[in-house]
């Protein structure tokens, strides 16, 4: 049994995940009280001290994703993967980590906590991803990548060997990195370059 908290259009795909690993939804949560139903599913408020266990924290934004999964009154479910992605020896992946359709892991890589890792994204070999990390659809990550605790990786971005991406920074779609990032910084284009930083309390 496995509990989902959120209930947008994220909540949606992991949905779809968990059906087709044939994996039972003991309920869905979300804060919105105007939501009334997701995928089928009825949507449950959260009750305060009332612990639920077993969840993955379906929310796309990663701050507000870590604000939850850190809450007192759930504990995560182990990670969730797709059946069709495709993952080497030694992999790690952290509790409540959601690996999409069609993601790709290379050999003596290391997930964190609470990702996103979306569909068709590639990691390759020794990476190391930090927790509340988001990498969308068709990124691809080359060796010895390192990325810092919730920073979020734009679809369709490359990254070449050996970078290393700071915390909370973002990386906007089709971006080339082709050196270090430091923390909170918003990068664009192909080079990739600093267009501004994030306020720390954004992440």
């Not at 999409?100 to 979306?118: E, F, P, Q, W, Y």
Request: hydrophobic letters at 45%.
């Amino acid at each position: 049994m496995i509990n989902i908290y959120g209930a947008g259009g994220h909540a949606k795909v992991v949905l779809d995940i968990v059906k087709s690993k044939n994996l039972a939804v003991a309920g869905v949560y979300d804060d919105n009280a105007a939501l009334q139903q997701v995928a089928g599913f009825r949507i449950q408020q959260p009750q305060k001290g009332v612990k639920v266990s077993d969840v993955i924290v379906a929310i796309g934004d990663n701050a507000i994703r870590k604000t939850i999964a850190q809450g007192k009154d759930i504990t995560l479910a182990d990670c969730l993967v797709d059946p069709s992605a495709k993952m080497e020896s030694a992999v790690f992946l952290g509790e409540g980590t959601v690996v999409m359709a069609n993601v790709v892991i290379k050999n003596s890589t290391k997930i964190g906590k609470n990702c996103i890792l979306n569909t068709a994204s590639i990691i390759g070999h020794d990476c190391e991803i930090g927790d509340f990390v988001h990498i969308s659809l068709n990124a691809t990550l080359t060796g010895m990548v390192s990325v810092g605790e919730g920073t979020d990786i734009g679809a369709s971005t490359v990254v070449i060997p050996g970078v290393k991406i700071g915390k909370w920074a973002v990386v906007g779609a089709g971006a080339v990195i082709l050196k270090d990032i430091p923390d909170y910084a918003v990068v664009v284009g192909n080079p990739g370059k600093i267009i501004k930083y994030r306020k720390p309390n954004q992440g």
